[in-house]
């Protein structure tokens, strides 16, 4: 099992994600377990993908994981709105933020059409030159690690990997 981290593991997923757009999910536990780390599962028809994450409450967190040997049924729940890239129109935006004041009805209008735009579109490959928005994570209580040995023994090692990670970055850390 090869465990990868950051930039690697981000543009591994996306080179995946690039040749089949369909079906994908992203969810993240708010529960912390394994060294209060963050589990989350990104799975498609094809593969599963168990993360670790420092933090959800910093906009580049450390994230460590590694493509797991678990059936992708286990995970395919089309309850959801699959996770995607949505083509979205500049135009459209740049009126929309163009009439946007204090006033919060101007927001919601924005607010509005990303909704729209996220439930109306199929996910997407992204093409250079283009604006997307991506999405939807979906973040719940329970954890989507369906805790069995296999798994278990990997989120352990993930954390474990996190923690090495985040004592190189901060010599004070654990």
Not at 30 to 41: M, R
Not at 133 to 153: M, R, S, W
């Amino acid at each position: 099992m090869d465990i990868l981290e950051g930039n690697n593991l981000a543009a591994n997923l996306f080179e995946r994600y690039s040749t089949n757009s369909r079906n994908w999910k992203f969810v993240v536990s708010v529960s912390q377990l394994n060294g209060n780390f963050y589990d989350a599962i990104v799975s498609n028809p094809n593969e599963v993908w168990q993360l670790k994450i420092d933090s959800i409450y910093k906009p580049n967190p450390l994230i460590v994981g590694a493509k797991v040997d678990v059936d992708p049924v286990k995970f395919n729940d089309n309850t959801h709105m699959p996770f995607g890239y949505r083509k979205l129109d500049p135009n459209k935006i740049g009126k929309i933020l163009s009439n946007i004041s204090v006033n919060d009805e101007d927001s919601n209008a924005l607010n509005s059409y990303i909704t729209s735009i996220i439930s109306s579109t199929e996910p997407e490959i992204p093409t250079p030159n283009n604006s997307y928005a991506y999405g939807p994570f979906l973040f719940t209580q329970k954890n989507p690690i369906k805790v069995d040995e296999y798994q278990k023994k990997i989120s352990d090692k993930l954390a474990n990997r996190l923690k090495d990670k985040l004592r190189l970055l901060y010599s004070g850390y654990g």
